[in-house]
């Protein structure tokens, strides 16, 4: 049972270069979301899924793209990345009950 | 809107020393409250939880009390271990949230021996 996986680790990009986060969980969790996680701000939520084909925006959507084909990937597109999206991304899958499962993250640099 | 706001850090202490980490919340109703613990270089990892008021959530030393009266959730263990050096973070899940968790800015915590 790997839990939930993410990749890549690191990621550098130029701003206006497109890239796939790739977020897998082997749990058979309905829901799964995006978090960005910024110095003193706490963990933001992107976009989540209650199952698949089903996506939804949450507090900060904008400039990022999801869709979950599968329940077990959950992957997040930056179309034309922009310096402001500097961040960590964590992905996460929720069963049944309260808890949530979170990925390693990707430590992601728009220059 | 839900808010969460913990104490900033770094929080510094000697090993064995006691530690608190102050977590406050704005939300309506009572919503379900968190402890996050995420160690260098890796994800978050629920460390307690409590779901209605005066429960009390432990895990591994720590402890905290869901306290309606003060809107509080402060995170305490007696004895802290170099290896407890981390960054917290206080979280709640509202009524009408869905599963989406409203978190704090996260306090770090560093352990001497």
């Known amino acids: 049972n790997a839990g939930v996986t993410q990749t890549p680790k690191f990621q550098v990009l130029k701003t206006g270069q497109s890239m796939t986060l790739q977020c897998a969980q082997d749990?058979?969790?309905?829901?799964m979301s995006w978090y960005r996680q910024d110095p003193g701000m706490g963990l933001r939520l992107i976009h989540y899924s209650v199952g698949a084909g089903i996506t939804d925006q949450g507090e900060v959507p904008n400039g990022y793209n999801v869709s979950r084909s599968t329940t077990e990937d959950f992957p997040l597109r930056l179309l034309s990345a922009a310096p402001s999206q500097t961040s960590v991304y964590f992905c996460?899958?929720?069963?049944?009950?309260?808890?949530?499962?979170f990925g390693p993250g990707t430590r992601l640099t728009v220059l | 809107g839900d808010s969460v706001t913990q104490m900033e850090g770094p929080v510094t202490l000697s090993e064995e020393a006691f530690l608190t980490i102050n977590c406050t919340y704005t939300?309506?109703?009572?919503?379900?409250l968190f402890w996050y613990v995420q160690y260098p270089g890796e994800g978050l990892q629920l460390l307690l939880k409590?779901?209605?008021?005066?429960d009390k959530g432990s895990n591994k030393g720590f402890e905290a009390t869901y306290r309606k009266e003060t809107t509080s959730f402060h995170l305490e263990k007696g004895s802290v271990q170099v290896s407890d050096s981390a960054v917290y973070f206080c979280a709640l899940k509202g009524l009408d949230a869905g599963n989406m968790l409203t978190f704090g800015g996260g306090t770090r915590l560093m352990v001497k021996p």
């Open positions: 939300a309506t109703g009572y919503p379900s």
């Open positions: 409590a779901t209605k008021a005066d």
């Open positions: 749990m058979n969790h309905e829901y």
């Open positions: 996460a899958s929720k069963g049944n009950a309260d808890t949530q499962y």
